[in-house]
T-cell receptor, first 116, second 112 residues
Framework: GAVVSQHPSRVICKSGTSVKIECRSL??????MFWYRQFPKQSLMLMAT?????????EQGVEKDKFLINHASLTLSTLTVTSAHPEDSSFYIC????????????FGSGTRLTVV | AQSVTQLDSQVPVFEEAPVELRCNYS??????LFWYVQYPNQGLQLLLK??????LVKGINGFEAEFNKSQTSFHLRKPSVHISDTAEYFC??????????FGTGTRLTVIP
């Protein structure tokens, strides 16, 4: 089945540094990928929609300059958290939908970011 | 616009007992419905999905859900839970485009 690989699974970084998270579709091409953030005890919140070869579409309230998204190929999207702060600590998950309208979104395994 | 309501934020249940996790949705168009499970410190895993056809959908790990259009519900059930079923469960609805809306999740805790 369709597989999405997300890396790293855990990362700890110092405040003020940047962290890059990768999301790869392993056996299918994804023109669109999605980045979610999960706050403690809350549901997933869509941050942005990543479109191959064009600018990402950000949800209201998400800072574009802080959460940089790059979708340079049909199998890779990256999320870079720039100048990270402790409040950016969260669980970030990417997803993609396989082609042919199968309807089932496939999710990465998530990245636990801790900013100290 | 679509929205999803999971009324129960936490559901404790004894091992081997049955469980039902409720999910209601609102939508003005045809929908696709999903249940995802998230184990501690892991990403989401698809349990089952309803796209069309039979309203009773069987998924992995012994779970099933029934699509009820008149009640706009898609409740998740399992006749006998195990300790390993302890996790967060998310109901989601899609309009068939690239939009996927999640409920707030239900924490299922299975008690030995």
């Amino acid at each position: 089945g369709a597989v999405v690989s997300q890396h790293p699974s855990r990362v700890i970084c110092k405040s003020g540094t940047s962290v890059k998270i990768e999301c790869r579709s392993l056996d299918f091409q994804a023109t669109t990928m999605f980045w979610y953030r999960q706050f403690p005890k809350q549901s997933l919140m869509l941050m942005a929609t990543s479109n191959e070869g064009s600018k990402a579409t950000y949800e209201q309230g998400v800072e574009k300059d802080k959460f940089l998204i790059n979708h340079a190929s049909l199998t890779l999207s990256t999320l870079t958290v720039t100048s990270a702060h402790p409040e950016d600590s969260s669980f970030y998950i990417c997803s993609a939908r396989p082609p042919l309208g199968q309807g089932g979104y496939t999710f990465g395994s998530g990245t636990r970011l801790t900013v100290v | 616009a679509q929205s999803v309501t999971q009324l129960d934020s936490q559901v404790p249940v004894f091992e081997e007992a049955p469980v039902e996790l409720r999910c209601n949705y609102s939508s003005s168009v045809s929908v696709y419905l999903f249940w995802y499970v998230q184990y501690p410190n892991q990403g989401l895993q698809l349990l089952l999905k309803y796209l069309s056809g039979s309203t009773l959908v069987k998924g992995i790990n012994g779970f099933e859900a029934e699509f009820n259009k008149s009640q706009t519900s898609f409740h998740l059930r399992k006749p006998s839970v195990h300790i390993s079923d302890t996790a967060e469960y998310f109901c989601a609805v899609s309009d068939g485009a690239n939009n996927l809306f999640f409920g707030t999740g239900t924490r299922l805790t299975v008690i030995p």
